[in-house]
Each structure stands twice: as C-alpha cells, then as structure tokens.
C-alpha cells in the first residue's frame, strides 16, 4: 500500500502514534483513505471528487472502518463535521494536518466559523 502524499517525516511520525483508538475525519479521499484506515479505529472521509471517492471506495471495499461520503464542495461540505461532538476526531483538512484528537489551538473555534 502506497503512503498518502504527505511529507514523508508526517507519515513516519504518525506510525509511530498509538492511533488504533483514535476516530479520525479526512477531507479528501485517496491514497490517504486506506492508510490511514489500517491505522485508525474508525476513519470518516469526505470527498467532492466523484473520481477520488471511487477510487476509495474500491480501496476500502472490505474496511468496515472506514466510512465514505461523497459531496460537492457547494452547500455543506465543509459542515459535515459538525454532526459530530467537539473533540470527537483527529483532523486532517486539505491544506495542513491536524493529527490531534484534543483540537490542536486554532481548531477550537472550527464549529463557529464553520455555521
């Protein structure tokens, strides 16, 4: 399995984590999606690609952890996270990773600026 297209030293650090009980949120299916489902208790993707979801989709096929969502970036994509509590998941978001599952500073206001 190919790592995700993040920095190398970010893939490393990140095995090196206990993150089996961890449930994490994914903007952005792919490559990412199958690793980090092998590596976490329960992964939440969401995809606007219809291409990339169903690359995932065929990826995960057999991953009962991994649950893929697929929604055009118009509307709600970017609120679909607030479904969930605060400090629910680890985060990672298209422009940078957020692999903490307390929020990391700067994230803890996400839900307000998301409505």
């Given at each position: 399995m ?34 980090f ?14 291409k ?64």
């Open positions: 190919k790592e995700p297209w993040l920095p190398r030293a970010m893939n490393e650090l990140f095995d090196c984590w206990d993150t089996e009980d961890w449930f994490m949120w994914e903007w952005g299916s792919g490559r990412s999606t199958q690793w489902g092998k590596r976490v208790k329960k992964l939440w993707s969401m995809e606007h690609k219809i990339w979801f169903q690359i995932a989709k065929k990826a995960c096929e057999n991953m009962e952890n991994v649950f893929l969502m697929h929604k055009p970036l118009e509307g709600d994509y970017i609120k679909e996270i607030t479904r969930f509590p605060d400090q629910f998941f680890a985060v990672i978001n298209p422009f940078q990773i957020l692999l903490d599952p307390l929020f990391p500073p700067g994230c803890r206001d996400f839900r307000e600026r998301s409505k």
